[in-house]
């Protein structure tokens, strides 16, 4: 049994429901109003939690790139400006954070610079979330760290060496690590789902999937390998604008999947063999010596 981790009141573990994360990211491109119905979303289909993206555009994005043009929904604008135009600032995150608490619905970020930690801290977060782009810097693991909160560690384009040292950095009562492939979508055979059981065998804490597929029978496999947890990106719309759109899950499509991983947790059972009440009357209609 591994180590258990509690995330705003559930404990995410074997043993307990999986975890279900809607990452809305920036698919929200910047429109609160969006994002609410993200959120209605996620929270019809029974996610557990939605999570966002942050960033410092002065911090994140590289001086050689500020000014390249970028064509947006709303006119060619430089990558500068289209950066702060898809960020949420006090304002939208204040509304973000009543709005899922009117929900009941657990929110948290994705940040990615210390001054982002520093910003998110105000809303009080049940955890964070390292990106997989993350997991080897390790100032922002470290501040992000001593924020005192559990850690949700994504391990895409990482090798074993490296994800072994970001998990060592943090409490193991507060680490929880996600599988996951850092391609948009992921081709089926780039999965390697397998890593699940890996991962299990290795850590002694939570171990889920980040997916970033298309479909969503590979994220219920995913389950029934063990994941404690799983994360998809959720979309109104996979047409819309957006680098991330494309390997989304639809609302009528989380709600599917939802539904399914509670079935299968229900179908798993506990590996121990025995005679169901159900069967007893067909042992007797069909053995010849029940």
Known sequence: MTQRVNIGGKDIGDGCPVYVIAEIGLNHN????????????????????????????????????RDIPRDTPWGTMTYMEYR????????????IDRYCRDKGMAWFASCWDEQAVDFIEQFNPPCYKMASASLTDTPLLQHTIDTGRPIILSSGMSTMEEIRQGVALVDPKKVLLAHSTSTYPCPPQELNLKMIKTLKQEFNCPIGYSGHETGLQTTCAAVVLGANFVERHITLDRAMWGSDQAASVEPSGFA???????????????????????????????????
Not at 32 to 54: N, T, Y
Request: with cysteine; net charge positive; hydrophobic share 35%.
């Open 30 to 65: 910047g429109d609160v109003d969006l994002a609410k119905k993200l959120i209605d979303a996620a929270s019809l289909a029974g996610c557990d939690a939605v999570k966002f993206q942050k960033r410092t555009p002065e911090l994140c994005v590289p001086k050689d790139q």
């Open 256 to 290: 599917r999947l939802v539904r399914d991983i509670r079935v299968i947790e229900s179908a798993m059972g506990d590996g121990v063999k025995k005679v169901y009440d159900s069967e007893i009357p067909i042992r007797k209609k069909l053995r010849r010596n029940p």
């Open 84 to 95: 702060y135009r898809v960020e949420f600032e006090k304002d939208e995150f204040t509304e």
